[in-house]
Structure formats: C-alpha cells, structure tokens
C-alpha cells in the first residue's frame, strides 16, 4: 500500500532513516521544511506492506517545493528499509503512486529525483550501491535523475542514529 502520509504517521515517519551515504531528510529537516512549507506532508509519502495502520513503513520519500509553490518540484529522500529485498521495486512504486496523484491534483510534470551526493563518492562501494538503486527506481517510474553535491549538513541528532 502507498500513501500520502498523516499527522498519526509523524512518530513512525520520524524513525525511518538511512545508513546509506547520500544526502537524506532526517527528523530535525523534515520539521524545519514542514515548518517552513517546503516539505508537506501531503508531499511525503510512505509505503506499507499490507493495510496494518499499526506497522511501520517500508519505504518514504521526501518531495520538496519552494515555499508557497502549488506542487513540489523534486524528490529530495527515497528511503527502503534495508531488510527489503529489491528497494528499487518499492522506491519505483512508490514514484509512481506520488506522481499519479500529483497530476491529479493539477501538477503540470513530475518531479525530478535528487540524489545529492558527496565528493568522491564514485570512489565508495556503498554509495555506488545508494545511487544504483535509486537511478533503477527513477528510471522504472518514469522520472528524470539530478545528482548533485550534497549540501553541507550541521552534525545532527539524526545524522548521528544513521551512523549507529
């Protein structure tokens, strides 16, 4: 199942985080861009395994738009729980489920996909592995990949439970 997610989501979406070594939306950044209107969740949207309101979530992506924007403009965070085979069905699925709505709700295109990266990350094994998957699950949804340097990050509480 794929969804928009809720207000009930907040605690489980908070949670879901990445080892993967590309720039990603943690907790502090979420609720700064819910804040400030750049990151909705209307924009952010979460995949289930089966309908069980009380599992987690597989799988979240991040959609961000300027402020005040009608539509989001790129998808700035694929997450799939690592102990998913085949994330880049579920970041595809996922893709395609958001952008379907999107255009529905008027949206004129869809979204790019941003992977912000590291320099020299073509020479790291595991961010190889992070910017595969991800490049899969754009091109089978259809959508248009953006690599681009990873934006210098404050040392965070959530770049911090990543590292564990």
Do not use: Y
Request: with cysteine.
């Amino acid at each position: 199942m794929f969804r928009v997610s809720q207000r009930s989501d907040d605690q489980s979406l908070l949670r879901i985080s990445t080892r993967d070594p590309i720039e990603w939306v943690g907790a502090e950044q979420f609720g700064r861009g819910i804040a400030a209107g750049s990151l909705r969740r209307e924009w952010t949207w979460l995949a289930f395994v089966d309908d069980d309101p009380a599992a987690p979530p597989l799988a979240r992506a991040v959609w961000w738009g300027p402020v005040g924007a009608v539509h989001p403009v790129e998808l700035r965070c694929l997450i799939v729980d690592e102990a998913q085979p085949h994330p880049e069905l579920w970041g595809a699925a996922l893709i395609r489920s958001a952008h379907r709505a999107f255009r529905a709700n008027g949206a004129l295109f869809d979204p790019v996909v941003t992977i912000g990266v590291d320099d020299g990350w073509q020479q790291d094994a595991a961010a190889l592995a992070a910017v595969a998957w991800r490049r899969e699950a754009a091109a089978e949804a259809g959508a248009t990949v953006v690599l681009r340097a990873a934006q210098p990050q404050p040392v965070s509480t959530d770049r911090a439970l990543a590292a564990r």
